[in-house]
């Protein structure tokens, strides 16, 4: 069974940086597209991020394309969030999912992790 658990939000401060983790159990076919999610207050969840687990097809929203970076690491089965100059409206919990393809449903979720950025 897959399972994903997030870690590594925090509480930071404008234009600080934070690295989000995913690891990933039960890997399959069904897991070979890694994305980043993220849901803040109010607000629907919106796609932040995706990458194969190969380290190509790297894809970013507009708002955060330039300051983040998805990457991951096949032997620790974790893919990371590499999270730079954080802007209050990046505020929200994040969350990886995984999907078996592009352009397929992202099937299996993480619970989250919380970031928020004070102004």
């Known amino acids: 069974q897959v399972q994903l658990v997030e870690s590594g939000g925090g509480l930071v401060q404008t234009g600080a940086s934070l690295r989000l983790s995913c690891a990933v159990s039960g890997r399959t076919f069904s897991t070979f597209l890694m994305g980043w999610f993220r849901q803040a207050p109010g607000k629907e969840r919106e796609f932040v991020a995706r990458i194969t687990w190969s380290g190509v097809m790297t894809y970013y929203s507009d708002s955060v394309k330039g300051r983040f970076t998805i990457s991951v690491d096949n032997a620790k089965n974790t893919v990371y969030l590499q999270m730079n100059s954080l802007k209050p409206e990046d505020t929200a919990v994040y969350y990886c999912?995984?999907?078996?393809?592009?352009?397929?449903?992202?099937?299996?979720w993480g619970q989250g992790t919380q970031v928020t950025v004070s102004s």
């Open positions: 999912a995984t999907a078996p393809g592009i352009g397929r449903p992202f099937q299996y």
